[in-house]
């Protein structure tokens, strides 16, 4: 599942459209339309996106021996 599609169930969850996320994190709602259909996001905006939206936002890798980076 794309992080697009995250943000969008996100979204949903928490009764947000985009036009109230742009404003949250100020930016316009046509830049985050854009992103969400271009599923590209900055790992910093995932982060704002997160904070946004009461959530957190965890990124790393995770080796097959559980260990994460």
Known sequence: ??????????????GVTASK????IGTS?????N????DNFS????IEIAEALD???EAHFVLEDGRRF
């Not at 599942?1 to 928490?14: C, D, F, N, S, Y």
């Not at 992103?35 to 271009?38: H, I, P, Q, S, T």
């Open 35 to 38: 992103k969400l259909k271009r």
């Open 29 to 33: 709602q046509s830049n985050i339309s």
């Open 55 to 57: 959530a957190k936002y």
């Open 43 to 46: 790992e910093n905006e995932l």
């Open 21 to 24: 996320l742009a404003e949250m």
């Open 1 to 14: 599942m794309g992080m697009a599609k995250k943000i969008r169930l996100l979204m949903v969850e928490r």
